[in-house]
């Protein structure tokens, strides 16, 4: 719930309707928390506040299970963030209407996320190997 309220505050900010549209609005936001948080708490479980401060505020993820979570999360915000590129063009069609693009940007970028997280899972190297390599 926090980080559908803090998704819902950070729409609005970026535009979105604030009481017009609330409850597609709201909706929009549980669907992008929900769609984020998932694969994120499946990959790297309810840990300590460290590893999701190192994998997602300083940007350097370390594990396979990491970068996987990193992928998937940042492709949904980009994927909704792209979706509403279409919403000030003047061509009247309904998918145009908050936040109908933006729900297909998010879907759109969490099955890109999960086919590159499938990648990453079957390339022959790993983050984990290279970095012991390195060293």
């Known amino acids: 719930m ?12 970026l535009g979105a309707p604030f009481l017009d549209k609330l409850w597609s609005t709201a909706c929009f936001s549980v669907l992008v928390a929900t769609v984020v948080c998932l694969p994120v708490t499946n990959q790297l479980g309810i840990a300590d506040s460290e ?3 190192r994998v997602f505020m300083k940007h350097r993820p ?33 998918w145009q209407q908050w936040p109908i693009s933006c729900v297909l940007g998010a ?18 190297t790993t983050l984990e190997n290279d970095d012991r390599k390195n060293q």
């Open 2 to 13: 926090v980080v559908s309220a803090i998704i819902h505050i950070v729409a609005v900010l």
């Open 51 to 53: 590893i999701y401060t």
């Open 62 to 94: 370390i594990t396979n299970s990491e970068m996987a979570a990193y992928i998937q999360a940042v492709s949904v915000l980009v994927g909704a963030w792209l979706g509403a590129v279409v919403i000030p063009l003047d061509w009247e069609r309904p």
């Open 107 to 124: 879907i759109v970028g969490q099955a890109i996320g999960s086919v590159s997280t499938a990648v990453l899972y079957f390339m022959p």
